[in-house]
């Protein structure tokens, strides 16, 4: 089988996607999933944690509405897989992405904090249920778990940067990193920083209007403020402006 990173998931039956909240499979890999489903490819996606400590853009939930926000954003990411074509979605902890057949766990967000600009790290009150502070073995596990289940051609994931540093999103790399090892899967690695030139680099046009119906899923975590073309501009919920491009960086 051919080694370019795009050539490996052209011939891909099944793709899952391994991601740390949700909302980040539509943030960075929404072009990509959307196009992929658009092909006939069967993409799945697996989120580690429920982003239990996510900030929440005030006035995005009706007025007594006293869900807990983990409930809330369940929600959100239902409707945003449906935007981007995503067949199906698991939580890690929960069958089938459990090992050993024991009861489910939740791996929770760990929050983070702003170590500079543009770089995350994890937040000071993270206790020991959060997904970084818990054995890499365990979730490896339970994305191995997974995988022998659903027998993937390719797992697609955060590069070692993990998008801004989220610590979440770096553990989530290297639990998919040793699952890929176990399980003898191809790893495809998205790429964090724009035109890195160690990723091959494509456009993904055709697709906007999903990734920003998919984004307007999610009204707690970030707000859509238009479009410059194919680009989608948003406004995260700490007030950062941000622009959504239609392409994709990868490396296997």
Do not use: N
Not at 16 to 31: K, M, Q
Not at 116 to 130: C, K, M
Not at 210 to 239: F, K, N, S
Request: net charge negative; proline share 7%; with cysteine.
């Amino acid at each position: 089988m051919s080694t370019d990173p795009w050539s490996l998931l052209e011939q891909a039956r099944i793709v899952l996607a391994v991601h740390a909240h949700p909302d980040d499979e539509s943030l960075a890999t929404g072009a990509l999933l959307a196009t992929l489903a658009r092909s006939g490819t069967r993409v799945v996606l697996v989120t580690a944690t429920r982003g239990e400590e996510g900030e929440v853009v005030p006035g995005s939930t009706p007025e007594g509405d006293g869900r807990p926000l983990d409930q809330i954003r369940a929600q959100e990411i239902d409707g945003a897989c449906a935007q981007l074509g995503i067949e199906s979605r698991h939580m890690l902890g929960t069958p089938p992405a459990l090992a050993g057949g024991g009861s489910p766990r939740v791996y929770r967000d760990s929050g983070m904090r702003w170590i500079r600009e543009g770089l995350a790290g994890p937040a000071e009150t993270a206790g020991p249920e959060s997904f970084t502070k818990r054995p890499l073995e365990e979730a490896t596990g339970d994305l191995v778990a997974l995988i022998e289940q659903l027998r993937p051609d390719v797992l697609l994931g955060y590069d070692d940067a993990g998008s801004y540093g989220h610590p979440d999103h770096v553990h989530a790399h290297h639990v998919t990193a040793a699952a890929a090892e176990r399980t003898r899967t191809p790893f495809l690695q998205f790429a964090s920083e724009p035109e890195d030139p160690d990723f091959v680099w494509r456009e993904l046009p055709g697709c906007a209007d999903q990734v920003e119906a998919a984004l307007r899923c999610y009204r707690t975590q970030l707000t859509v403020r238009g479009r410059d073309g194919e680009r989608v501009l948003i406004r995260h919920v700490g007030g950062q402006d941000d622009v959504i491009e239609m392409r994709s960086g990868l490396r296997g």
